[in-house]
């Protein structure tokens, strides 16, 4: 069966790999992001330009047919807490919390029409570990855990929403992190997997959260972090 979904941030890392995967499940995709540029191999994506830092949704760009919402736009802001401004912190609230907050307001009417419709965010291991450089991200990625569990109780039975909480993964976005084979070998040591995640591993998951296959799990924070947050080796 074809269901349709909607993917914010679904041009690339994580959000390519989702967006790519539902194609081939024979999904149809509606992505919201900035720009188009992973998609060009993709068929049967609907693309809209939007950033959801400054723009609102227009209820017409979203799926009549909703079934599930993938909100994977996120921050890697790492500096001194005495460096951080408030509006530093103001604009990781307003990518990682605010724009979901928009994402899921503009397709709640549509999923509510949807039995077994799904939302899926997305939050860091560093919300559970307490990590130095980390507080403006663990911050923000802490109310998205919030507005999960709190979304979760609300929606049922209707609406599942869980949230997922990696660590470390190799995308765009970490880039500067994994530049070098010695900054990729030591993040990899710090995982008792000794591994560095894939935008891969965690759209596998995202896909299965949305999927009837995860029909009896909501309100969960799932840490896929190569068992940082839970084993020591």
Not at 6 to 15: A, D, F, K, M, R
Not at 31 to 41: K, M
Not at 44 to 66: F, Q, T
Request: hydrophobic share 45%.
């Amino acid at each position: 069966m074809s269901n349709h979904y909607l993917v914010v941030g679904g041009s690339h890392g994580i959000g390519l790999e989702i967006t790519r995967k539902l194609i081939q499940q024979g999904h149809r995709v509606t992505v919201f992001s900035r720009t188009a540029d992973g998609l060009a191999d993709l068929s049967g994506v609907e693309h809209h330009v939007l950033d959801l830092s400054k723009d609102e949704i227009s209820p017409e760009l979203i799926p009549a047919d909703l079934h599930g919402l993938v909100y994977c736009p996120g921050s890697i802001n790492l500096r001194a807490f005495s460096s951080l401004s408030p509006s530093a912190f103001r604009d990781d609230l307003e990518i990682n919390l605010i724009g979901a907050v928009k994402s899921i307001q503009a397709g709640l009417k549509a999923l509510k029409k949807t039995p077994g419709s799904s939302i899926v965010l997305f939050s860091t291991v560093a919300v559970g570990q307490g990590m130095p450089f980390h507080s403006s991200v663990a911050a923000s990625k802490g109310a998205v855990e919030g507005l999960t569990r709190a979304l979760a109780a609300e929606l049922a039975p209707g609406i599942r929403v869980n949230c997922i909480a990696p660590s470390l993964t190799d995308t765009p976005l970490a880039a500067r992190l994994l530049s070098s084979e010695e900054k990729r070998e030591a993040a990899a040591n710090r995982h008792p997997l000794k591994k560095v995640g894939t935008a891969n591993e965690l759209a596998a998951l995202a896909t299965f959260l949305l999927s009837a296959d995860a029909a009896w799990i909501t309100g969960q924070v799932i840490h896929a972090d190569g068992g940082m947050s839970s084993v020591r080796v």
